[in-house]
């Protein structure tokens, strides 16, 4: 079977994992009986539904998210039902539920869960309903409602295990269901995006580029890539060991390089996701396309790095490095972001920042939404869709930038994040196909070796 990653616009990061604890607040405690010391509940889980946070570790996510900030992507949350302010109804209009989740059960140190849907991530009808003390397992989208309450969001968050049950009728959490985070080097399998959060017969709202890998378990009729064919792309199924087990459907996708097939040709690009029917995740057709074929990317070669005009982008990590291509290195700094003296949650003011060299970066909106801001919980600065990072005054050979880590994620910003240097200046944009949405690029410190 042929190894096959492909690229597709979508709003979803589905791994999770917590900082350390001098990021986020303490465990908490809860109170013993007869005067007994609090017993302390430790953090627990990556969020994913393998491993589940614990509710004190979704709290300690969750407040470090800033205010009325969406986590990117669904997390899975284990816990117990301490109350319940409406349950799930099937004479209700609505089908969700509302309820106070925590650890043991009782009703402190609880999370909100507020509208979340049914098991199947869909409108109850009929089954089994909430009792207080249930052990459920929520899967969704959290929100930092106004910095002070931690809850899942609106209709985008549902019931995933309600006393071991599941949608499927099993007494288990799925092995191997929403592995991956979703970005080049963790890529999504199968099975994580058939669990993404699907709204019947419509498309994602998509804002940000997954990657999927898999292995091709068969091809659909007439749906190889063809010389000289009318569409230039394929319809094909992948699976995560190549079986029809757990496939998803890739209909018409394009080629390496986001292009129709040619003979000889070999680059490629990236698209959207739909729920056709209300009943088939797939593809979008002719907009999404095949980013590697058995290692084999836009390039020829098996990735890692990728040109940007002059400059050479590398990714490695939490770290990115930008080579200019010729440059000799001279002399190098290191700029630490988070002791620039910038107010936390606010657009990075000054926006220039004067080294003692007389070198200045600055960081602008360019042709994005969003301002750069800086945030203490992530140590440096949120860089968005389009935003840019100019590096004026010598020549520049090399940069480095440390970005942050968090919950598994790297975020490194797009991968059509690109740089490029004339003389003096040298210029990074987070490239994204829209002025919203995207990977952001978190940067914390910037190292710049100068060009002799």
Request: aromatic fraction near 10%; glycine fraction near 14%; proline fraction near 3%.
């Amino acid at each position: 079977m042929k190894k096959v990653i492909f690229s597709m616009l979508a709003l979803f990061c589905a791994a999770f994992a917590f900082t350390s604890c001098e990021d986020v607040p303490m465990p908490y405690d809860q109170p013993g009986e007869g005067g007994e010391e609090p017993v302390i509940i430790q953090p627990t889980g990556e969020g994913t539904a393998d491993n589940p946070f614990n509710v004190a570790a979704a709290l300690e996510y969750v407040n470090n998210l800033a205010a009325d900030e969406k986590s990117e992507g669904n997390i899975y949350i284990k816990g117990k039902v301490s109350s319940i302010n409406t349950n799930y109804d099937e004479s209700g209009t609505f089908g969700n539920a509302v309820f106070y989740i925590s650890d043991d059960g009782t009703g402190k140190n609880t999370f909100y869960v507020y509208r979340a849907l049914y098991l199947g991530n869909k409108k109850y009808s009929s089954g089994e309903t909430l009792n207080e003390g249930d052990e459920v397992i929520i899967c969704g989208k959290v929100v930092n409602y106004k910095g002070t309450t931690p809850e899942t969001v609106q209709s985008e968050a549902f019931l995933y295990s309600l006393n071991g049950k599941t949608a499927g009728g099993g007494g288990d959490t799925p092995s191997g269901d929403a592995k991956g985070s979703g970005t080049l080097s963790d890529p999504y399998n199968p099975n994580a995006v058939k669990n993404l959060t699907w709204t019947d017969n419509t498309t994602y709202d998509t804002t940000g580029e997954v990657y999927v890998k898999g292995k091709i378990s068969r091809i659909a009729d007439k749906g190889t890539f063809t010389d000289g064919g009318t569409y230039g792309n394929a319809s094909f199924y992948i699976s995560e060991d190549g079986t029809e087990n757990g496939e998803f459907y890739c209909f018409r996708v394009l080629y390496l390089g986001n292009k129709k097939f040619a003979a000889g040709q070999t680059d490629i690009k990236c698209g959207q996701l739909m729920n056709y029917r209300g009943n088939t995740p797939e593809t979008v057709a002719g907009k999404a396309y095949l980013y590697s074929l058995n290692g084999k990317t836009e390039g020829g070669g098996g990735g890692g790095e990728t040109p940007a005009g002059n400059v050479t982008k590398t990714v490695d990590g939490a770290v990115v490095t930008l080579v200019v291509a010729g440059a000799t290195e001279g002399n190098k700094v290191t700029v630490d972001l988070s002791a620039q003296g910038w107010e936390s949650g606010k657009a990075v003011d000054p926006a220039t920042i004067t080294l003692s060299d007389g070198t200045k970066i600055t960081f602008a909106k360019g042709e994005g939404s969003n301002t750069p801001a800086f945030y203490s919980a992530t140590k440096g600065v949120r860089v968005y869709a389009k935003n840019t990072i100019t590096i004026s005054g010598k020549a520049v050979a090399k940069v480095v930038m440390t970005c942050d880590s968090y919950n598994g994620t790297a975020y490194t910003g797009n991968s059509t994040l690109y740089a490029s240097a004339s003389g003096t200046t040298f210029t990074i944009c987070n490239e994204h196909s829209e002025a919203k949405g995207g990977d952001q690029l978190r940067v914390q410190t910037i190292e710049i070796t100068y060009a002799k």
